[in-house]
Nanobody, 121 residues
Framework: QLQLVESGGGLVQAGGSLRLSCAAS????????MGWFRQAPGKEREFVAR????????RYADSVKGRFTISRDNAKNTVYLQMNSLKPEDTAAYYC??????????????WGQGTQVTVSS
């Protein structure tokens, strides 16, 4: 089992920044690709970003490209999501997940409990 715990969410004004963290424990974190997803009320969970276990390949949803950056520190068993130029439409619960490659939630085997991000206009 891999346990994931997100933190760093909160309320921010449009144009502001937040950095989300996801701390892992249990199995070997460094061997997993890691992803961030988000889910707004009444909407399906959607892909945000993914980073490979080596950290040398990243992928982003078009809606966040150029504004969000995913990174990881395998020594700290942590993956990050730096979110800049936030927009009200970025408001959602953000989840980290482990084990997948693409955009499909079914590819990811382990999930955190989520952290809420609210962007005010």
């Amino acid at each position: 089992q891999l346990q994931l715990v997100e933190s760093g969410g909160g309320l921010v004004q449009a144009g502001g920044s937040l950095r989300l963290s996801c701390a892992a424990s249990g199995r070997t974190f460094s061997s997993y690709n890691m992803g961030w997803f988000r889910q707004a009320p009444g909407k399906e969970r959607e892909f945000v970003a993914r980073i490979t276990w080596t950290g040398d390949n990243t992928r982003y949803a078009d809606s966040v490209k150029g504004r969000f950056t995913i990174s990881r520190d395998n020594a700290k068993n942590t993956v990050y999501l730096q979110m800049n130029s936030l927009k009200p439409e970025d408001t959602a619960a953000y989840y980290c997940a482990a084990g997948g490659w693409g955009k499909d939630t079914d590819e990811y085997h382990y999930w955190g409990q989520g952290t809420q991000v609210t962007v005010s206009s």
